[in-house]
């Protein structure tokens, strides 16, 4: 059975096994499913909240991101995953180390950028515009997150009270993510999200970031930018001009690192 290299990243926590080229070119999507779930696994695989794939494209791109959640289905956009993919392409002299540049994920292009601190960070195309969906904040920034103000030390708590929404008639057949946000410290504020695909909370979400940033903006009246500190560290994201402009520009930045590389059994 063929072996595939692949290299571990993380980025404030959230983590991903990232592949360099078509690895599940040919291959039906339940032995693809199949194969990230295992990858994914905690106990018994690598361990992961999603699959990256880093894919030839053509000018001006240096990649094309494809990305899969930790149940094995495909994923709309990844922030935090995202970040991770443009350190990969530094990483491995796909782009120069101080330089901007471009990659695209579905029909959307994005670019990065290395930020000061050993930072990436990465602009969003226009997100759509919040609204109210049964009483509650909705904006989509890539992936669809319902944000709420509320206290994040009882996870329990938070976990029912997530679930109840993902699975919701309204989120029940594409689900939702749910960020619980406060008043943290030094101007910051904690954010804790629960993401659907990995069914459960994340050390952090650079989409659900970015939501939370939208709606501090929106509801709280707070400035530009924004310090979200989540259990795996702290991201910042800097809104431009307001719901009139779709807030353009959007950056998301914070820490992005390799954390070791491998290979495994390729899918059976």
Not at 137 to 153: K, R
Request: proline content about 6%; hydrophobic content about 35%; charged content about 20%.
């Amino acid at each position: 059975m063929a072996q595939l290299k692949f290299q571990k990243y993380q980025g404030a926590g959230n983590d991903f096994v990232i592949f360099r080229g078509n690895v599940f070119e040919n291959l039906s999507p339940s032995h693809i499913e199949n194969f990230i779930k295992n990858l994914c696994h905690r106990r018994f695989g690598v361990g992961a909240d999603g699959v990256i794939t880093i894919l030839e494209a053509s000018s001006p791109h240096v990649f094309k991101m494809g990305f899969y959640n930790s149940d094995g289905l495909p994923g709309s956009f990844c922030g935090n995953g995202a970040r991770c993919a443009a350190r990969f392409a530094i990483d491995h002299g796909m782009t120069g180390p101080d330089e901007t540049f471009s990659f695209s994920f579905g029909d959307n292009t994005y670019l990065a950028r290395p930020d000061m601190n050993d930072q990436i960070g990465i602009k969003f195309p226009n997100v759509g515009k919040p609204t109210e969906m049964d009483g509650m904040f909705f904006v989509d920034t890539g992936s669809p997150h319902i944000v709420l103000e509320n206290p994040v030390d009882d996870k329990n708590a938070l976990r029912i009270k997530a679930l109840e929404i993902r699975h919701s008639e309204r989120f029940a057949d594409n689900g939702v993510n749910v960020n619980f946000t406060e008043p943290g410290r030094n101007s910051e504020w904690n954010l804790v999200t629960f993401e659907r695909g990995v069914e459960d909370f994340t050390w952090a979400c650079g989409t659900g970031a970015v939501g939370t940033a939208i709606y501090l903006m929106t509801q709280k009246g707070e400035e530009s930018p924004y310090l979200l500190r989540s259990p795996g560290g702290l991201l910042t994201v800097s809104l431009g001009n307001g719901p009139e402009k779709n807030f353009d520009p959007i950056w998301l930045s914070g820490p992005a690192v390799s954390v070791f590389e491998g290979s495994v059994d390729g899918p059976r």
